[in-house]
């Protein structure tokens, strides 16, 4: 299993950016996938997550309404796209699916400043 993160970088509060997750190793189509992120000093957090098939969606209640999971299963890929960005989303955004055990990415950064 391997998944690859991409898309993370600095930007404005208000600003935007959209994240990639590629996997690869196993049937992505078949998995549930997920965005966390950890900020320096915090525990990782769960931030969304989208069905194996994408009809079914769930966010922390601090992104809620700014930020969207989708993934295109024929790419092996999952994004993140992140809206209304807030100093407080500052953080290491990983990509993971658990198959048996949890697999996570290198992580992508994502610094919301001005």
């Known amino acids: 299993v391997q998944l690859v993160e991409s898309g993370g970088g600095l930007v404005q509060p208000g600003g935007s950016l ?7 190793g196993f049937t992505f189509s078949s998995y549930y996938m997920s965005w966390y992120r950890q900020a320096p ?52 955004y990983y990509c993971n699916v658990f198959r048996v055990v949890a697999y996570w990415g290198q992580g992508t950064q994502v610094t919301v400043s001005s």
């Open 18 to 24: 959209r994240l990639s997750c590629a996997a690869s």
């Open 41 to 92: 000093g915090k525990e990782r957090e769960l931030v969304a997550g989208i069905s194996s098939v994408g009809g079914r969606t769930t966010y922390a209640a601090s992104v809620k309404g700014r930020f969207t999971i989708s993934r295109d299963n024929a790419e092996n890929t999952v994004y993140l796209q992140m809206n209304s960005l807030k100093p407080e989303d500052t953080a290491m």
